[in-house]
């Protein structure tokens, strides 16, 4: 129940494409929904984040779309580029916790 | 220096050393943390400290012994490590509990 499923586990696309990536959970005390890039050699980064009053939230190219009737949510790369290359991990928290639940990532790769 | 450092980056060891992975937060954070981050598994919590008290512990094996000095520091203490502890060791900053993480570059961990 604490995990998150995260796919697909990689991704090539060519430049401009729109790479999807898709996370699923099953604790509904989650509350705290963000997703993290990693370059090699890098830390991961927080790259954008959600709550679940909330069906979508935009970041410059990047977008959440959430579903909570479906304990889903994803990230949406618009006009992905070769420098979005990277690896992606979505996780999950629970409310007043420093635990975040981390899904397996998914490595991209943008073509040029 | 910025951000949240780590030394060494990479990191040699014989299963009879010990050696210390040493963290450094200059963000003005309350709470700090280290991960395990093995390839094609979710990032493992080990620990987390909030204004160095230790508040999670994720069943880490005793061989791993974490010590927070101050708001600011965070080592983990390597002892009699096992091959399949090797893997990238990640350090992180949070201003509180659900706080967006910052992380460091991590330290590339080989025991032999």
């Known amino acids: 129940q604490q995990q998150v499923k995260q796919s697909p586990q990689s991704l090539i696309v060519q430049k401009g494409g729109i790479p999807i990536i898709n996370c699923a959970y099953e604790?509904?005390?989650?509350?705290?929904f963000p997703w993290y890039q990693q370059f090699p050699g890098k830390g991961p980064a927080l790259l954008i984040a959600i709550r679940p009053d909330v069906s979508e939230k935009k970041e410059g190219r990047f977008t959440i779309s959430f579903n909570k009737s479906a304990k889903q949510f994803s990230l949406h790369i618009m006009d992905s580029q070769p420098g979005d290359s990277a690896t992606y991990f979505c996780a999950a928290s629970l409310p007043g916790t420093y635990k975040y639940i981390f899904g397996t990532g998914t490595r991209l790769k943008v073509l040029a | 220096e910025t951000g949240v450092t780590q030394t060494p980056r990479h990191l040699v060891m014989g299963m009879t050393n010990k050696k210390s992975l040493k963290c450094e937060q200059h963000l003005g954070h309350n709470a700090m943390y280290w991960y395990k981050q093995s390839a094609k598994k979710p990032l493992e919590l080990m620990f987390v400290?909030?204004?160095?008290?230790?508040?999670e512990n994720n069943s880490v094996p005793s061989r791993f012994s974490p010590e927070c000095p101050n708001s600011s520091h965070l080592f983990l203490h390597l002892h009699t490590l096992q091959p399949e502890d090797s893997a990238l060791y990640l350090c992180a900053s949070s201003v509180t509990q659900q706080g967006e993480q910052y992380f460091g570059p991590g330290t590339r961990l080989t025991v032999t």
């Open positions: 400290y909030s204004l160095e008290e230790r508040v």
């Open positions: 604790n509904t005390a989650f509350d705290y």
